[in-house]
């Protein structure tokens, strides 16, 4: 019962079944975590063919499922345990963690970590323990929706229960502004990402960060030869992934009927291109890293040589400074710390901002150096249309301590899921130095 309880509440009552013809990202999304599990569906490309409903159909027959190629809510509810990453499991007489573990391709330590408090020599028939499987639970080969993220978010936090999640804020429609903190030492940093929707890749950058540093730290272990409960105990690390849920949403999944904003953003959009390939701003078309109150008037004042009269797909700063719900909650957020460092992730360049308006805290060159080095991204003077009510701008400003626009990855937004793996490799160390430089 809890586990049915648990599903509903992770997904909502809305399912819809996918079928030979279906496309979008819930489908790339079955398509990946097919392939994770060790079933070939195909090409992950969204589309439902006949690969991929052999692919359902097989993995039905392994659990015992009608075998009928199709998604439906039976079958999403099976889908949904791998999904999520682990399953709830009641212990029977017999039983014994280590050949739980075992059963589901996982370690006898991850069963631990996920379970903090349970004494192996006294279980429980009857008792239910979180067993995670033997997968990653962050996906990086696929469209990463909010929806995603939100159940990435809870599941990792079903296996590593010592890192704390929580929500900063609301969006403008309500969605979640989520933060991860890593650690519990007294230097604080924190990371954002997607602030512009359509570099919605540097959230799961972040969440694949969140992920392996968590393990790092159960498993005591070393990344690049960092020791990650040493970072852990001297420095905690905020991350909130998707400041802009509804931008992301819209070029993810396509303006819907239902959204309050449907008849505003189609006339917004007024560049003759879909929104999946020209929107950055947050739903109510303010371009959010154009909204802080860091010179917000002389970006105000470019607006027109910039060829913008309102809101839009990028570049325009809202009414006023901090209107946007994602701007308050980030500066908010940021207010309630104590940040000596911020790294604002956005896409396209390969390049590291680190000043503002003459601007140089001290260290800020020192560390964009170190940052510089271990990425091989270029430090760079802010272009003109980047000058001003930025993220990090704000941050400079305020504090006088060191702020980062870093421009993961290289090629026209949205660029290509396909870079997943090169962007990780290049910023990992930036996101283990940034603590402890
Ligand atoms: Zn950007």
Not at 189 to 215: D, Q
């Amino acid at each position: 019962m809890i586990y049915r309880r648990l599903q509903s509440s992770l997904r909502g009552d809305v399912v819809e079944t996918l079928k030979p013809g279906s496309r979008g990202p819930d489908v790339k999304l079955i398509q990946s975590l097919l392939v994770k599990i060790g079933y070939n569906p195909g090409v992950i490309d969204g589309i439902f063919g006949q690969q991929t409903r052999e692919a359902v159909r097989e993995f039905q027959l392994d659990n015992g499922l009608e075998p009928d190629g199709v998604v439906g809510p039976i079958t999403w509810n099976d889908f949904e345990r791998f999904l999520r990453g682990y399953d709830i499991y009641t212990i029977r007489p017999g039983d014994t963690l280590y050949n739980i573990s075992r059963r589901y391709y996982t370690t006898l330590n991850a069963v631990l970590t996920a379970n903090p408090g349970i004494d192996p020599l006294r279980l429980r028939v009857g008792q239910t323990v979180i067993v995670p499987y033997g997968i990653d639970v962050v996906f990086t080969d696929i469209d990463y929706t909010y929806e995603i993220m939100e159940r990435n978010i809870k599941g990792l936090k079903a296996r590593y229960p010592f890192i704390e999640t929580g929500i900063a804020g609301k969006s403008v429609l309500g969605k979640n502004l989520y933060y991860i903190r890593l650690g519990n030492g007294p230097t604080e940093v924190f990371y954002n990402g997607a602030h512009h929707s359509l570099e919605w890749i540097t959230s799961p950058l972040l969440m694949k960060f969140i992920e392996n540093f968590s393990r790092g730290y159960s498993s005591n272990s070393r990344i690049r030869g960092y020791n990650i409960r040493d970072i852990w105990n001297r420095s905690s690390i905020f991350i909130m992934p998707m400041v802009n849920p509804d931008g992301v949403d819209l070029v993810l999944s396509g303006l819907k009927r239902d959204n309050p904003y449907y008849d505003s953003l189609l006339a917004w959009n007024d560049t003759g291109l879909p929104f999946s390939q020209v929107w950055q701003a947050n739903i109510r078309g303010v371009d959010l890293n154009r909204n802080y109150p860091a010179s917000w008037e002389e970006a105000k004042a470019q607006e027109p040589f910039l060829g913008v009269n309102g809101p839009g797909p990028t570049r325009y700063g809202g009414p006023r400074p901090l209107s946007e719900p994602e701007t308050q909650t980030v500066v908010d957020f940021t207010r309630r710390h104590n940040f000596r460092l911020v790294i604002a992730y956005h896409t396209q360049g390969r390049v590291i901002y680190w000043m503002y308006k003459g601007i140089a805290p001290p260290g800020a060159l020192q560390i964009a150096r170190i940052f510089s080095s271990v990425s091989g991204y270029a430090i760079s003077e802010v272009p003109f249309e980047a000058a001003y009510a930025g993220c990090k701008d704000w941050f400079i400003e305020q504090y006088g301590r060191p702020g980062y626009t870093i421009e993961a990855g290289i090629g026209r937004n949205p660029i290509s899921i396909l870079q997943f793996d090169t962007i990780y490799r290049a910023n990992e160390e930036i996101m283990l130095l940034a603590p402890i430089v």
